[in-house]
């Protein structure tokens, strides 16, 4: 492998344009593991990549891509060897060096996890988002939070978080509210398993924030951030939580310390990039068993890589749904 095709994002003045290039080997990052990489997926922090002032992206010119599923080519690591099915997201990937659009990647050893039962599509369609959906269920079940404790509220229930979140709680038997401003999707959501879809929180987004209002929900999984999760917040029961990962709303979190100290109330902050890979592999292996999404199918597109740029578009713009599996082997 000498050269292999890539989608590059350029900087140019207050543009970033992104096209299909031709990179040599040796402009692959440092690593123990090369990958031939076969699927990716779409990401919000993947549309921040290619917009000005996104945040995300250290230096262009990047291949964009947080996540990728693929098959090994050569190992220096012990932990791998050629022929293995792998994946691997966060840290770095597709922000500080080559990510998941392109036909290689290397990455250092401790960055890749098995991909075990899963196949690589099934890998890319949970990806980064069904993992932080996971690791979002996972924390309110370790905090207490139970389905006798009443309903949970999925806030962008659509988004990639929102409707794995929506799948594995119904699943666990949890009663599932689903928020969303995307009215034609709720077949969809009772589909993944939503009791109830409701529009957009908060329910009057001009309204003035209240430091705490009626008690609604048991505990919610916040893909919004802004003033979706200050509402959540203040209508938490005694003793609730919410897990919170997004930040599409904004990031500004206009509240009190009222939920905190009159409701007990608990603010669990979900993070997928710098997990360590140890809990990372065991969350993965559980994905790939019990904790498989139901409806991944339902949830998934398919796109070729070349064509992603127009869903990353929709994506910033709120109006794609579901998740987007990137082909890459053969979508140049």
Known sequence: MDTF?????????????????????????AGDVTIRVLYSSVNFKDALALTPKGGVVRDYPIVPGIDLTGEVVSSESAEFAPGDLVLAHGYQIGTGHHGGYAEYARLPADQVVALGSLSPREGAAIGTAGFTAAMSVQALTRHGITPQDGPIVVTGATGGVGSVSVDLLAAAGYQVVASTGKADQADHLRALGASEVIGRLPAEPDAKPRPLGKTRWAAAVDCVGGATLADVLSTLKYGGAVAASGLTGGAALNTTVMPFILRGVSLLGIDSVLLRIEPRRELWAQLGGPLKPRHLDDVTHEIDVKDVVGVLDEVRAGRYSGRAVVKVAGGF
């Open 5 to 29: 095709q890539a989608l590059v994002a350029r900087q140019d003045g207050d543009r970033i344009d992104a096209a299909v290039e031709t990179l040599q080997a040796s402009e692959l990052p």
